[in-house]
């Protein structure tokens, strides 16, 4: 028996069961249907890419595994080198581990024991934002701000050591004043919070994020785990403002297999690096460094570059404006778009009660959660497919009359 996410499993409907899946398209026994969530916004090149296919079949016939403790292979050697050239800055200390919420509890597990190694024993504390998302682990949900998962959190206790705030500038800069002495860091999903609505911010909150990390030092650690490879409009938003941690996940692998880097600067690598092996990095996944992902991340980042991607997410970007312009209903709240993410917010959740079957029947699959109705596209997708997928949301609002 499958216990399936985020389901209360007594009243589920059936999920659709896929038999096979080719570029944007999921096969059914029934139908097909174009993959507008890139399977959790991770399956950046479509299904059954090539030259994906072809990195982690040859891999298979070399090793599928070997562990990271003693032991280390080319696909891993390989894959944080591209790194190291592929990331902005002196984002070149990668820490591999199997998941975006593991990687996450390392980049905050690295902030905390920097200031410890220092013998800083006060800062104790995450500033993070109102509707963040970083994971489904305990403290990734608490330094989280998703309505959901409150409940848990009240059987847990208190959140003691995170302070959450909205992306505005003052409420930042009144944080910082009241409580730089006991932050270690401030983590934030920069410019697109995703599972937390599809939230769009300016770049002027993270530059002045940075300044103020600077000068109060405090370390600042971008989750990009859904925003890197591009799908903001920009390859990754640390392109733009330098963390001193970046953590990748989702896209890395293409969405092949699980896995994620946490990405520390030297300034992060140098605090444990020394003669005291109570200053090391205590973490070690068992599937870290896998090297069926290792192989799988280069041949994803090699396509990236090659098949100039940027230029791809940019042309999704303008179409998505072109057709969503004069898209307006009562019901809609705001309509936001950024890079390879469009989303519909409306005021009333039951207004998207029903989509996704409307949508499969029209030849797309999609899953709206809450308010929020959205597509995070494959990146090799089509306009006439990208058109169909915009048309499909369109359509909806224009056949259901309002109450
Ligand atoms: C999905 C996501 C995570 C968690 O990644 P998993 O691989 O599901 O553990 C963390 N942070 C952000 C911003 C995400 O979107």
């Not at 991340?297 to 042309?315: N, T, W």
Request: hydrophobic share 40%.
């Amino acid at each position: 028996m499958i216990w399936y996410p985020y389901e209360q499993m007594k009243t589920m409907k059936a999920p659709y069961k896929i038999i096979d899946a080719q570029g944007v398209w999921l096969k059914t026994e029934e139908r097909e249907m174009i993959d507008s969530v890139s399977s959790w916004w991770s399956v950046i090149h479509g299904y059954k890419h090539p030259a994906l296919n072809e990195a982690i079949k040859s891999q298979t016939d070399r090793f599928a595994h070997v562990m990271l403790g003693g032991l280390t292979h080319e696909p891993v050697q390989r894959l944080s080198q591209k790194l190291q050239s592929f990331l902005p800055g002196d984002l070149n200390y990668c820490f591999f581990s199997d998941s975006g919420s593991v990687a996450v509890e390392v980049g905050l597990k690295m902030a905390l024991q920097y200031f410890v190694n220092r013998g800083d024993l006060k800062r104790t504390k995450v500033l993070s934002l109102t509707h963040a998302y970083h994971g489904d682990t305990f403290k990734t949900m608490e330094v989280g701000d998703d309505e959901d998962y409150h409940f848990i959190l009240e059987a847990y206790g208190e959140k003691k050591d995170v302070i959450h705030i909205p992306t505005e500038i003052p409420a930042l800069e009144e944080a910082f004043e009241k409580y730089h002495q006991v932050l270690n860091c401030f983590i934030v999903e920069p410019l697109l919070q995703g599972a937390g609505g599809m939230r769009m911010y300016d770049i002027s909150f993270l530059r002045r994020a940075r300044e103020l990390c600077d000068q109060y030092g405090v370390l600042l650690i971008f989750d990009e785990v859904a925003t890197g490879f591009g799908r903001t409009g920009n390859r990754f938003v640390a392109d733009l403002v330098l963390p001193d941690i970046l953590i990748l996940g989702k896209a890395l692998t293409g969405g092949y297999i699980g896995h994620a880097v946490t990405v520390a600067n030297t300034k992060v690598y140098d605090g444990f690096y020394g003669d005291d092996p109570a200053q090391a990095l205590m973490h070690g996944p068992t599937f870290m460094g896998n090297a069926l992902a290792c192989s799988v991340a280069l041949a994803s980042i090699e396509v990236f570059e090659r098949e100039d991607y940027m230029s791809r997410i940019r042309r999704i970007e303008e179409i998505t404006r072109r057709e969503m312009a004069d898209f307006t209903d009562p019901r809609i709240k705001e309509v936001r778009i950024m890079g390879g993410c469009v989303c519909v917010e409306v005021y009333d959740a039951h207004t998207l009660k029903g989509y996704q079957q409307f949508a499969y029947e029209r030849g797309v699959f999609s899953r709206p959660f809450l308010q929020y109705l959205y597509a995070m596209v494959p990146y090799i997708i089509s306009e006439e497919e990208l058109v169909q997928v915009l048309n499909t949301m369109k359509e909806w609002f224009a056949g259901h009359r309002l109450p």
